[in-house]
């Protein structure tokens, strides 16, 4: 069945620092990508996304971009700020018509002053 | 257009008691899904649900656990005889209708606290 990798938290930068936390996928077909961010007690909030190969998403400063032959799904930010702490989920949502997401376990960033 | 709604946001319960979690998809969405996420985990899928139809409950527990949509009204969540193992986050999820790729929206989740 299909899986996500998520790399482990917690993560802790300072601000302005760069982020980069990592997400690998296994799947049949082609899938879609999505990362999700979550604020301490709120619900998912989707933050970017990308539906083919070679796509990049895009969003407040967040970039990823969906690289087949790694089978990757990066998430990335040149500059982090202390607003960004919260945790990030990578999922999957399996081609077809069906979908049934697949999340990462997810990773917690703390960013401090 | 309102999101997805979730009531109550945090439910408090007795082990052996009953948990009923309510769901209000978007406007024009027909299709239902939860997830439950523990303490520290990610969001593990329970069952996906159109209207008065269950689609797949592969992620649900075989005993206590039931879901349903009915024609009218929200999408309920109802867990028998709480176990502090129960204890979780529950978010659901809707979609509109159709057989291609659809995002999910995500509601803000019920808290369950099982004592």
């Known amino acids: 069945g299909d899986s996500v990798t998520q790399m482990e938290g917690p993560v802790t930068l300072s601000e302005e620092a760069f982020l980069t936390i990592n997400c690998t996928y296994t799947a049949t077909g082609y899938p879609s990508l999505f990362w999700y961010v979550q604020y301490p007690g709120e619900g998912l909030q989707l933050l970017l996304k990308?539906?083919?190969?070679?796509d990049k998403g895009s969003n407040k400063g967040f970039e990823a971009t969906y690289r087949k032959e790694t089978t990757s799904f990066h998430l990335e930010k040149g500059s982090v700020q202390v607003s960004d702490s919260a945790v990030y989920f990578c999922a999957l949502y399996p081609s077809g018509g069906y979908q049934k997401v697949t999340f990462g376990t997810g990773t917690k960033l703390q960013v401090i002053p | 257009n309102a999101g997805v709604m979730q009531n109550p946001r945090h439910l408090v319960r007795r082990r052996g008691q009953e948990a009923r979690l309510r769901c209000s998809p978007m406007k024009g969405h027909s299709h239902v899904y939860w997830y439950r996420q523990l303490p520290e985990e990610g969001l593990k899928f329970m069952v996906y649900l159109q209207k008065e139809n269950i689609i797949d409950e592969s992620g649900m527990p075989k005993e206590r656990f039931s879901a349903e949509f009915p024609k009218e009204g929200p999408s309920i969540l109802r867990i028998q005889q709480v176990v502090r193992g129960d204890s979780a986050a529950y978010f659901c999820a809707s979609s509109p209708p159709g057989q291609n790729y659809n995002e999910q929206f995500f509601g803000p989740g019920t808290r369950l606290t099982v004592l």
């Open positions: 990308a539906t083919k190969a070679d």
